[in-house]
T-cell receptor
Framework: GDSVTQMEGPVTLSEEAFLTINCTYT??????LFWYVQYPGEGLQLLLK?????DKGSNKGFEATYRKETTSFHLEKGSVQVSDSAVYFC????????????FGTGTLLAVQP | ETGVTQSPTHLIKTRGQQVTLRCSSQ?????VSWYQQALGQGPQFIFQ???????GRGNFPPRFSGLQFPNYSSELNVNALELDDSALYLC?????????????FGNGTRLTVT
């Protein structure tokens, strides 16, 4: 079945460092891809998405490009802030009739001042 | 615009008991889905309700059941609780049940089974 694999955390960075969180997927069809962020004690917030190959999703300085050839959707940010500390989830949604999302296990990002 | 709200925020139950969790969907949304997030894991899809009918289900046993009401709010019921049911339960609503409708998540209910 469809699945998502993320790099394990925690990822610890200093403020203003460059961030990459790797995400690869396995899917039989042509999924849409997402990054969600979860701050402590809160639910999930959509960070960005891409619905087809070569699309780039971007939001709040974060970017990710849908790479069909490598089945990847890596999250990047050029300069992280302490406020970016959270758990980041990569997810896919297949082309089926429901809104079912398949999530990776999440990557904890800790940014130190 | 009112977001997705869930109640209660925390709950402690004993193994074998039954629990009901509640979710009010975002205004104008007619689709609700439920996810289980175990500690240190990503959320797992339980099921989705569209216009009061279940229209998708994940790999969860029948003791996980749900309802959606005419106002599109929803309940998740879990019978015969097991220790492994301890998790954060997330509700998400969307404007339609189709694959292109963004999901809006609530803050979840933390269930502890002892």
């Amino acid at each position: 079945g469809d699945s998502v694999t993320q790099m394990e955390g925690p990822v610890t960075l200093s403020e203003e460092a460059f961030l990459t969180i790797n995400c690869t997927y396995t899917a039989t069809g042509y999924p849409s891809l997402f990054w969600y962020v979860q701050y402590p004690g809160e639910g999930l917030q959509l960070l960005l998405k891409a619905t087809k190959a070569d699309d780039k999703g971007s939001n709040k300085g974060f970017e990710a490009t849908y790479r069909k050839e490598t089945t990847s959707f890596h999250l990047e940010k050029g300069s992280v802030q302490v406020s970016d500390s959270a758990v980041y989830f990569c997810a896919l949604r297949d082309g089926g009739a429901t809104n079912k999302l398949i999530f990776g296990t999440g990557t904890l990002l800790a940014v130190q001042p | 615009e009112t977001g997705v709200t869930q109640s209660p925020t925390h709950l402690i139950k004993t193994r074998g008991q039954q629990v009901t969790l509640r979710c009010s969907s975002q205004s104008g949304h007619n689709t609700v889905s439920w996810y289980q997030q175990a500690l240190g894991q990503g959320p797992q899809f339980i099921f989705q309700y569209y216009r009061e009918e279940e229209n998708g289900r994940g790999n969860f046993p029948p003791r996980f059941s749900g309802l959606q009401f005419p106002n599109y709010s929803s309940e998740l019921n879990v019978n015969a609780l097991e220790l492994d049911d301890s998790a954060l339960y997330l509700c998400a609503s969307s404007g339609t049940g189709t694959a292109n409708s963004p999901l809006h998540f609530g803050n979840g209910t933390r269930l502890t089974v002892t």
